[in-house]
């Protein structure tokens, strides 16, 4: 049985080794990740196997769905993820300092949760409570956005509540934002009460099959009898999804708040359709046990706040 050996994980192992091991676990490819790396697939397979041969046990094997990490190889991850999120964070940190920044807060926001208003109020409060504060956002899926909460990359995530809160994660309830179907004013039925059998003819912009809005949309569907909406484009870009709309080359489904916006600036027409279930329920999550810090803590407080207020 092969030993683990402790000491190239000590003293060889660099922070170069773990970016390879990330870049193999998300590509799955070593010719994509020579490309990524500007290097070659020779030179990538190479670095694998003297990584392998160091520690004494494999951490990829070849499927016919690209490398896959062993066990040994996942659990090695999570921590090269928490050690180059934490690299990430000191650059980040260590560049605020030099330009005088006090502090800074990296915030996850998922898509479909309503959570514009609530990132904007939050921020202009915790500016109050932080003159020097610097809020980033990223956007995702709700997956995606807690994994970079775990490695450290993020120090909270705005979005979708899920079913329940991860153990290694605390989340407190913010608000359940309604979600409404949407379609460009130009749109031949944008002025009538249309029923599910005009929606299911119509071309549809809309998130991944894997985020929370999607699924409770094809509920609603199968509901009605019918099959799954037809999909023109799947994306989280807010941006492209506007544009179809306005254009009238699909319809779509934006939260409640942001619809009303775009409805009063005659940019969408908010579809008269009953859509029971197909609401949000929104949290914020952060590390269980992280340390304690003045800005993720003050900004949490901020957004809970907002979400009071909203």
Known sequence: MPLVSSAF????????????LIALEEMRQVGRVATALSISQPAVSKALAEIESG??????ERTPNGMLPTAHGACLLRHAHRVTGEITRAVD?????????????????TFGAGTGYLLSAATLQSRQLLP?????????????????????????VVGAAGDAVPADLDGTA???????????????????????????AEAWVLPPRDTRVRAALDMLFRRAGLQGPRVLVETLSLDLILEMLTTGAALSVLPQHLSRRLAAARQ???????????????????????????????????????????
């Open 55 to 60: 520690i004494g046990v494999p951490l990829f």
């Open 268 to 310: 969408v027409r908010i579809l008269d359709v009953a859509t029971p279930g197909l609401a949000m329920p929104v949290s914020v999550f952060t590390r269980a046990g992280a340390p304690p810090s003045t800005a993720v803590d003050a900004f949490r407080d901020c957004l809970v706040s907002a979400a009071a207020s909203r």
């Open 93 to 109: 940190e260590l560049t605020a300092i030099e330009q005088g920044i006090a502090a800074a807060v990296a915030v996850g926001a």
């Open 132 to 156: 020097e504060l610097v809020v980033t956002v990223t956007e995702g899926t709700r997956e995606s956005l807690l994994r970079q909460l775990r490695t450290g990359r993020l120090d909270l």
């Open 9 to 20: 994980l000590q003293r060889a192992l660099t922070l170069r080794h773990m970016r390879l």
């Open 174 to 200: 913010l608000y359940v934002d309604a979600l409404a179907i949407v379609c460009g004013t130009g749109r031949p039925f944008a002025a009538k009460r249309p029923v599910w059998d005009d929606l299911v």
